[in-house]
């Protein structure tokens, strides 16, 4: 599985090394993801996400019941 949070859904960014005479070699950005594992009341059973360090962030603010309605609706398996 690729690195890709489940729940804003950013990948990691290409781009280019630039040297000090200018070359270009390729470099990728990777995201902050972490493996997390929480309690979802609604279905009695825990349920292990993959998410960027912001979108643990958002699932605090939120809630994971209404986390896990909008990865549904992006069309994510949980």
């Known amino acids: 599985m690729s690195a890709h949070c489940q729940l ?3 990948k990691p960014i290409f781009g280019n090394n630039v040297s000090h ?3 270009r070699t390729r470099r990728r950005w990777n995201l902050n993801i ?3 594992r929480y309690w979802l ?3 009695g059973r825990f349920v ?3 998410l960027s360090a912001r979108a643990i962030k958002t699932v605090d603010k939120i ?3 209404q986390a ?3 990865i549904r609706a992006r ?3 949980v």
Do not use: D, F, Y
């Open 48 to 50: 292990r996400l993959t």
């Open 75 to 77: 069309g994510e398996k």
């Open 63 to 65: 809630g994971i019941e």
């Open 68 to 70: 896990i309605a909008r």
């Open 41 to 43: 009341p609604g279905e």
């Open 21 to 23: 005479s200018h070359r």
């Open 8 to 10: 804003t859904g950013v």
């Open 34 to 36: 972490q493996s997390r």
